[in-house]
Each structure stands twice: as structure tokens, then as C-alpha cells.
């Protein structure tokens, strides 16, 4: 039942488990069975349920608003229940138009767009994850994200037409992620979309998992196998806009109620959606009870925010003379801010062992800052610069390479501004922009050697780590969300090994504090050598917590081997060579240092001692002292 409590927080914006008041409950009623519906619509004329239980008939069975003002109707209708298909019929002055429930738990699979009356209950068996998750997704943790689109990660092989399902999924996808030695999978939003080709980001049924794959208790079941192998979910989460379809929530009661009614602050120039007005007490409310929803009722682990800048700047995607100033005469869009701050803080609150980050693609400062020191609060921001730079510099010829060096050391300078990820996101594999293995230069012996050396640099480079499914594969084409991954690679040595690499490289990365304890921390990096702009060969430490040890990096961007180079080195004795990407195994040539060099006293790059090292072509190596 709704109180006047709840109506009062619901107003002033605090209500943020609005998903147990709104929307469509099974109930007993009275000694009756039957569901109770509630929407809220303040504009509307009339409002009533129509479903398949009363043949779709606007007016059968209507509900009644209630007395306080706050602009919900209300009502129980006898004999629905679980399964039952369902719109809201709401009256406005220019006619009548059936509406899907912005708080629907499931929707009929799309095509079709009727919400359908559904519970939530399902029996969980991660109590050991939910217990101890906080160690995992601590920002001193390591972190190693597999980006994954559910409907194109793999399909049938018997009818690769068909999706998997949420079940099917559940007896591959997280075996394989602990295989492949990934820490968190990350969903591209499975919040109902009928249109799949938006991969999620037009959200139409945000407390709903896409009926596409299965139920919501299906869905639940594969986050449940995902923690039962130790791997983190984090789903991606569009709060910043969502399609114009008139079933949907644009227009919703005949007024702009969940869109700005600004003209153009409520539309989206580019993807051509509504910008949620997130100044209105209700909205906010209604997108931050959204998400605590997937926090307290499907144990996510975390939610990446889709399109952050998009939502800073009144200005995003606009000409001057297309936008319209704050109350102060700036760009920044004070109330999307203050929703961020709202939503952080009020995660932080409930669930302070998750994460929350930011997909922000500008300078803005403090993303990662506390938001009572003037941060917005995230836990992780989005490095794009460091990917731009340096999918940029590997795309280049080597011979060029030593004239666009700033690209590999620039990000330094800023690597310990902000808590990052470093991602390499479904974003730049798609729309032409070439697969992973496309962008690197050189004939396909090349191409593998140089991405071997681009994931090693980035896993120990500072910052967690993101990588979309099939870069572990070197697939060659695209992807495409109307194919599964193209797995058959694999029966190739190149692909093979190149997999075979990054197994190596998560499993190094996740068990040496060195690479992880300290990113955000200035003193976890330094430099060795980042000056042999002719050689295109950079050379650098990564130092952990007083129990971890140091780790010695060094990359090689040229396909030409290089003989006893000397590196400075912080001790003497023997650096054992821990990883190489250039190593037989994963499809390199098999040039390296015999498994470790011992250091010479002779003092170089100012440490006190040296090494006399054999760089491999197209390589990164990784040492560790013994």
C-alpha cells in the first residue's frame, strides 16, 4: 500500500524504492486474489488497466487517483495474476494511448511491447560472494572486466540464429570467464529494448531484464553461476535518455512528465531521444530507486553510467545558439550534476561494497572525487584518452612511431587524477572503426605481435581493466550483434596463442599486487626510461603495498630485436623474466632473456644497478625480482 509517507518522499524526490509501491504487485486482497496497479500520470484525464484479461477494453477497469495530490492512480483488479499481459490506458486532452508500466518486472518479448505482470521471487546460493564481495570490488583490488553483449556472445551451435538463453548462458559464460581469468563480467544494458539494435541503449523497461533471453528469475540464475565462480557483475545503465516510442515513458501522461519540456534540452540531437529531466523531483526518484532495484534484487556488483558527458554540459552535441545557459550563465547542467551526486551518494549508502562508474569522455574534475569535497562521487572513471592515444600509436607504421611517442607516456601525466579503467570497449570495434586486431599495423604476424604488446602494456599500465569479448580471439571482423563471436578462429595458432596470452597476463595481473594495490597512487609508477623516442622502447616500475614486490616492464615498439639494451634497475640479483609476450607459446618469435637476467652494479637511468636485457620484436616483457 501506498502511505502518505511515500508520496511525500515520491514529491520531494527521497523515495528510492519506489519499485515496491509502483507499478503491478500480485496480492491477496481481502480473501481475493488479484493485483494491485499503480502509475503515476498526474496529468492524465483518466487512467485504466488493459490487458488480456478484459480483451484490451479502455475503461474495464479503471483506476482511481489518489487525494493527495501527488498525481498516482491506484486500483486492484480481481482474477490477475502472474503472467497476465497489461497496459495503462491513459486518458489525455488529445486522446487515449495505451502505455507499457515504466515499473514493470518483465515485458513480452520483443517485438511485442504489452508489460506483464510478474514477482520477483527466486532462492539465492551466493552468500559466500555477497559475504566477501567488498574484497573483489574494492578499488585496491584487481579488476579485470569482460565486456559482453548477451546476444552475440555466442549463439547455438545447432541454430545460430536463435539467442542463447539466460539458462544457456548460465552452463558457459561464467566457466569461460574463469577460465580466461577475467575478475568481472559487464553487461551492455539488458534493461527491455525492443529495439535490439540499439544494444540496449534505448531503454524502454528499466526494472525488467530483456525478455529476449528469458525471465527475470532466468537472469537471476545466471548472475547467481557467475558468483558461484568468484566473477563480479556489473550492468550498464543509460539514466541520461531513452526512446521516443510511443508506448514508452515519452509523453507519458500527454505532458512531458519523465522528459525536460524545454524544447531543446529534452531531446537529443544526435540518437534523436528524450534527455530525462532531471530536475523533477520524481524522475530523479524514479532512476535512482531504479538503480537500487538492480542492487538489492538482482545482487549486481556495480553499474557503468552510459553517456556521463552527455549529461554535464547543456552544450553536448549542440552549435552555439542550440542551447540555453544555467541559472548562472555557464554550460554546466546543474541538476543532471546534482542527480549524479544523489545517486552516489545514495549507493554509497546502501551498498558501499559496489561500484559505480563513469563512462566521461572530458576533463571535468573530480569524477572519482568525494561529493562533500565537490566530486561527483564515482568510483571509477573511463580512461578514452589513454585508449585514443594508444590505439593511435599502434595503428601507426614503427618506422613512424619514434615522432609519436608522447602517445605511449602521455597518459602518466594524468593517470593518478582520477580513479580509471582503461577500456577497450565494444565502442571501437564497430561501425567501421575496424576490429582490435584491424587497427594494429603490419602483415598478420605483425598485427598479433602488436596487440600481445598493446595488452601488455595496459594490464601494466595504471588503472583496472576493460576488454570487449572476441579481442581475446583476434577476430578479424567487427562485431556484429546479429552473430555470435567467431570461436572457430581458435582452431589457428595466431588466435590461439593470442588467447592463450591474455589467460596468462590475467592470471599474472590478478595475483600481483604490484600492478593493482597502487592505482591511483603516484608512488605505484615510475618511470625507468621513457626518453628512447629513436628506439621507441619505454621501461618503467610498478611498486604495490610494503608485503608486495616490484615489477619491471618494458616495451618494445619496434619489430626489431634489440641486444644486450640496458636497463636501470633498484636491486641487484637476479630479475626474473615473469611474462613475454613475444614467447613461442602465444605465436611470438621466441626471443627473450632465458627466463631472467642478473643485475650488473653498474648504476644507469638512476637506479644503482642495470640489466643487460634482449628485447624481443613487437613486445612487452615483465620481470620481477628474486
Known sequence: ?????????????????????????????????????????????????????????????????????????????????????????????????????????????????????????????????????????????????????????????????????YRELAEELPGYVREMGFTHVELLPVMEHPFYASWGYQTVGYYAPTGRYGTPQDFMYLIDRLHREGIGIILDWVPSHFPVDEYGLASFDGTHLYEHAHEVRGLHPEWTSNLFNHGRHEVRAFLISNALFWLDKYHVDGIRVDAVSSMLYLDYARKPGEWTPNVYGGRENLEAIDFLRRLNEAIRTDYPDTLVIAEEATSWPHVTGPVPAGGLGFDLKWNMGWMHDTLRYLGLDPIFRQYHHNLLTFSIWYAFTERYVLPLSHDEVV???????????????????????????????????????????????????????????????????????LQDLNRFYRTEPALYERDSDPEGFSWVDCSDVKKSVISYLRTGGPAAGTVLVVCNATPVPRYGYRIGVPEGGFWREVLNSDADVYGGSGVGNLGGVAADPGPLHGQPHSLALTLPPLATLIFKHE
Open 1 to 165: 500500500m501506498i502511505s502518505a509517507y511515500d508520496t511525500y518522499l515520491f514529491r520531494q524526490g527521497y523515495h528510492y524504492r519506489l519499485y515496491t509501491r509502483l507499478g503491478a504487485r500480485p496480492v491477496d486482497s481481502d480473501g481475493r486474489r488479484g493485483t494491485e496497479f499503480a502509475v503515476w500520470a498526474p496529468n492524465a484525464r483518466a487512467v485504466s488497466v488493459v490487458g488480456d484479461f478484459n480483451g484490451w477494453n479502455d475503461g474495464a477497469d479503471p483506476l482511481l487517483l489518489r487525494e493527495d495530490g501527488s498525481g498516482i492512480w491506484e486500483g486492484f483488479v480481481p482474477g490477475v495474476g502472474k503472467g497476465a499481459l497489461y497496459k495503462y490506458a491513459i486518458t489525455t486532452p488529445a486522446g487515449c494511448v495505451q502505455k507499457g508500466d515504466p515499473y514493470a518486472f518483465f515485458w513480452e518479448t520483443p517485438p511485442r511491447t504489452a508489460s506483464v505482470v510478474w514477482d520477483l521471487a527466486y532462492t539465492w546460493h551466493d552468500e559466500d560472494w555477497m559475504r566477501s564481495r567488498h574484497h573483489s570490488n574494492a578499488t585496491g583490488a584487481p579488476l579485470s572486466i569482460y565486456e559482453v553483449h548477451l546476444g552475440s556472445w555466442r549463439r547455438p551451435e545447432d541454430d545460430p540464429n536463435r539467442f542463447m538463453t
Open 431 to 501: 561501425h567501421g572503426k575496424s576490429s582490435l586486431i584491424g587497427k594494429m599495423h603490419g602483415d598478420p604476424w605483425q598485427r598479433f605481435a602488436n596487440l600481445r604488446l598493446l595488452f601488455g602494456y595496459m594490464y601494466t599500465h595504471p588503472g583496472k581493466k576493460l576488454l570487449f569479448m572476441g579481442s581475446e580471439l583476434g577476430q578479424w571482423e567487427e562485431w556484429s550483434h546479429d552473430t555470435g563471436l567467431a570461436w572457430y578462429l581458435l582452431a589457428y595458432p595466431l588466435h590461439a596463442g593470442l588467447r592463450k596470452y
